[in-house]
């Protein structure tokens, strides 16, 4: 032991006379390699980063798509505008809380649905809002197809008093008043790439949104001229992978004064029809649509998807569910709905219109949804 | 390290704040602070001749190795060496006391505070020098080690401690590291500022007079109403400093120790010295606050490190568990898709880092012993399996008083109730609760 202490003692005395040299070289080379990757793994996140943030500039700034929702839609292959507009099948489309955003709430919904789980989702986006690339990649990451619901107007809500806003008057939109904003909002569109179908300016023959023709100043024709000014910048943004809705109300509800042949842009400029349609107390389907059709079938032949439906609390509502399913089954003009899950008091709705807010209604859309073929959205 | 990083990018981008973040970054301050510091410490030159008396308190040693150790001291001609035997007799080592030619005495009172107010009392030498009985001397060490006495201001003088033969095992590597580490940054560091917190106890050499004059206290002060016979190289220290002079470390004087080779004889020792220093902190912390500043912040820092970790790791555990999702952080960086891929490949980089970052943060030790950077996963473990939990229990029960783990015969402590055995957990409660609030 004592030979060991004295060797150690000496190594030390003799190791002090090349320590410095020794330490510094050690320092330096470890230095320079922390500081080599400490500078690559910031260099790697700001790539990121920067490869986040022009993709999110491309698709709207505000809303950025999750990397992971990214990572995950990056091994599927983008579909065509095509393949859903010329499907043969149909579309379970709803709107409800939290959906497309939320996993659980659409997976709830689907189990509500007997398993059968929807193809679609519908939102809103009014025009202070960017392009919402995120909820479309949410969409698509649960295999629906995205609707969003395209408002002029800065806020929600459906009374009369809101109707009257000059700032968003039809003339505005032509007159060029918000052409940067809609490039903007094409742009976007167009460079996410994925099919998204646009109901712009819905409900435009009521009387409550400041975009319905006889209200707001709104002149007759007006509508149209703006619908095309809208698509044009689209069309020049290259936005080819939009599914462009024409989306009136049913009659029922609407302004008589005015007529819906009048508020059709034309077939050039529309792919598919849309209609707010919820049953107050008819008891089929038919009894709902059908005087709507009639004039809607008298000037185009577009396919129909009921973009906003429901039913009202009632005696009538297991019947005329069945009976809707049954008859969106049956004809082949109509390629689906958007359910409205929500109840009273929810998403500014008067009436509790879910399909499962009974057992009874629960059962009969159940039995029908399952007889439905669905387009299948992810593949 | 890799955590750190994205977390302070986090920060910088984002403003969102993690307390382990901060917590790195304090460390590497520290770092800094004490770099900057040690880059002007020079070891005393000027040899120095007063009268010096070695004091050995000596319960129970095997009979080689304490002739060893006093063959080592009686060498080096000190003016007395005094051994005090305490506890049962044993004629062994008094025999070889005769034969070294030594003083000895013999007291039936165990306890080695006591053992240390015999031999001061019977001492004549300026400076006393401490010596434990199992401590190797090398050639210079008490010609080194009185030097700095030429500065009258200097009071207490340290030796540089190494483990004997480090490559026996791992945990004597791994004690061999922490004491390189503290001779190499800490005590240097603060040897500049003439304020070494903790003068080591294998060889510790004060002016005999400080050691008169602070005995009584040494012997009865009691600190949240208890009397605490652990740490007494600290509490020696701490009457030095009090009474006006630096503490410093001379790095040219040597000596030797041995390290524990059994975990549980490891875990027993780590106990008691975290018991005697976080208490001592504790009692210390209102006069370094006032007297000595940088003493109080390294001081805070040793005590709040373990909480500040376990609520990290308490986080990260209940991140993983209960939300089965790999830390946000990671995100940033272009991880591929698969968590088959991007696990490893996070583990192996952040691995990496926590490697390199060492290299540089301990170069001082790692440069000359480059291989113990291969049991460098098995320190981490041992630091964080065996000395944090240690540190955490040490620093809650160190008001209590009845021994657990001090030398067998020792001071067996006084029974009763103690109300203020309570504060350390009141503060021990408050910090946890606040790491893992924080952490959370």
């Known amino acids: 032991m004592r030979k060991a202490v004295h060797a150690g003692a000496a190594g030390a005395q003799a190791g002090r006379a090349n320590r410095k040299p020794r330490l510094r070289i050690w320092m330096v080379v470890n230095t320079a390699m922390l500081s080599a990757v400490v500078f690559g793994v910031y260099h790697e996140a700001a790539i990121a980063q920067q490869a986040q943030s022009t993709a999110s500039a491309q698709t709207g700034g505000l809303t950025k798509v999750d990397p992971k929702v990214a990572r995950a839609l990056a091994t599927k292959t983008v579909p065509t505008k095509q393949q859903f507009v010329a499907a043969t099948a149909n579309y379970f489309g709803v709107m409800a809380a939290d959906v497309p955003w939320n996993g659980t709430a659409v997976g709830k919904l689907a189990q509500a649905a007997g398993g059968v789980a929807p193809n679609m989702s519908e939102t809103f986006t009014t ?27 800065a806020q929600g809500g459906t009374t009369k008093a809101q109707a009257k806003q000059p700032a968003y008057a039809l003339s505005q939109i032509t007159g060029g008043r918000y052409d940067a904003y809609i490039t903007r909002f094409a742009q976007a569109a167009a460079a996410q790439q ?30 149209v001229a703006a619908w095309k000014h809208v698509h044009d910048i689209f069309t020049r943004a290259g936005a080819n992978n939009v599914i462009w809705i024409w989306a009136p109300n ?29 049953d107050d107390h008819e008891t089929t389907a038919m009894q709902l649509l059908g005087p709507t059709m009639a004039k809607i079938r008298a000037f185009t032949n577009k396919p129909l998807l009921l973009a906003e439906t429901g039913s009202q609390s009632g005696a009538q509502k297991p019947g005329w569910t069945a009976d809707l399913l049954d008859w969106v089954q049956q004809r082949t003009d109509v390629i689906g709905f958007v359910w409205s899950e929500y109840q009273v008091g929810r998403g500014g709705s008067t009436a509790d219109w879910r399909f499962d807010a009974d057992p009874a209604t629960q059962t009969a859309f159940r039995d029908g949804i399952k007889k439905l073929s669905l387009v299948a959205v992810g593949q | 390290m890799l955590a750190f990083l994205l977390e302070l990018r986090n920060y910088w981008f984002d403003g969102a704040f993690y307390p382990f973040a901060a917590f790195m970054l304090l460390v590497w301050l520290l770092w800094i602070v004490r770099v900057a510091l040690l880059r002007r410490y020079r070891p005393w030159r000027r040899a120095w001749t007063g009268t010096t008396s070695v004091i050995i308190p000596v319960v129970d040693e095997p009979e080689d190795l304490f002739r060893e150790v006093l063959d080592r001291i009686t060498e080096q001609q000190p003016t007395e060496v005094i051994v005090v035997i305490n506890g049962p007799r044993n004629e062994v080592l008094e025999e070889i006391c005769e034969k070294a030619g030594v003083t000895w005495v013999w007291t039936a009172v165990p306890g080695k505070r006591n053992a240390l107010r015999i031999a001061i009392e019977r001492s004549r030498g300026e400076i006393a020098v401490l010596v434990d009985s199992d401590t190797m001397w090398t050639e210079r060490t008490l010609a080194e080690l009185v030097k700095p006495f030429r500065n009258p201001r200097i009071g207490g003088v340290t030796t540089r401690q190494r483990i004997l033969d480090p490559a026996r095992s791992v945990l004597t590597r791994w004690a061999d590291w922490l004491e390189s580490v503290r001779c190499e940054y800490s005590m240097p560091a603060m040897s500049v500022v003439g304020t070494v917190g903790c003068l080591p106890g294998r060889t510790i050499a004060f002016r ?6 602070c005995m009584e206290r040494f012997l009865t002060e009691k600190f949240l109403g208890t009397f605490l016979e652990v740490s007494d190289d600290r509490t020696l220290t701490n009457y030095t400093l009090m009474a006006g002079y630096q503490t410093v470390y001379q790095a040219t004087s040597l000596v030797y120790t041995d390290a524990p080779t059994k975990v549980w004889k490891l875990v027993k020792q ?19 606050i006032r007297e000595a500043r940088f003493l109080a912040l390294f001081y805070a820092v040793d005590i709040l490190v373990p909480f500040v970790l376990l609520g990290t790791f308490t986080s990260w555990i209940s991140a993983f568990v209960l939300h089965r999702d790999r830390p946000a952080i990671y995100g940033q960086l272009p991880l591929p898709d698969d968590a088959a891929r991007s ?17 540089v943060r301990f170069g001082r030790h790692f440069a000359y012993r480059p291989v113990d950077l291969l049991y460098l996963p098995v320190f981490m473990m041992i630091n964080t399996l065996i000395l944090l939990p240690v540190r955490l229990l040490g620093f809650f029960r160190c008001a209590h008083n ?35 609030l924080i952490s959370a």
């Open chain 2, 270 to 288: 780590q106990y008691r010295w975290a018991r005697g220093s976080q208490y001592n902190t504790l009692r210390m912390m209102p006069w370094m």
């Open chain 2, 343 to 359: 696990i490893p490949l996070v583990m192996v980089l952040a691995g990496f880092l926590t490697l390199v970052s060492i290299t």
């Open chain 1, 127 to 153: 025009w202070v809002q960017d392009f919402p690339a995120a909820t479309v990649a949410d969409s698509y990451a649960h295999d629906e197809l995205p609707v969003i619901t395209w408002e002029p107007w």
């Open chain 1, 250 to 278: 049913i009659l029922r509800g609407a302004q008589s004064r005015l007529s819906l042949d009048e508020l059709y842009p034309g077939d050039a400029y529309v792919d598919w029809i849309g209609l707010s349609a919820y």
């Open chain 2, 402 to 436: 009845a021994g657990w783990g001090t030398r067998s015969a020792g001071f067996s402590g006084e029974r009763g109730f103690n109300p203020l055995a309570v504060v350390p957990y009141l503060l021990g409660g408050i910090m946890l609760t606040i790491s893992v």
């Open chain 1, 194 to 223: 994925w099919p998204v179908a646009i109901r712009f300016a819905h409900e435009m023959n009521g009387d409550w949104y400041p975009w319905c023709e006889k209200v707001n100043g709104n002149a007759p024709g007006s509508y």
């Open chain 2, 208 to 213: 005999r007079q400080i050691l008169v004059d």
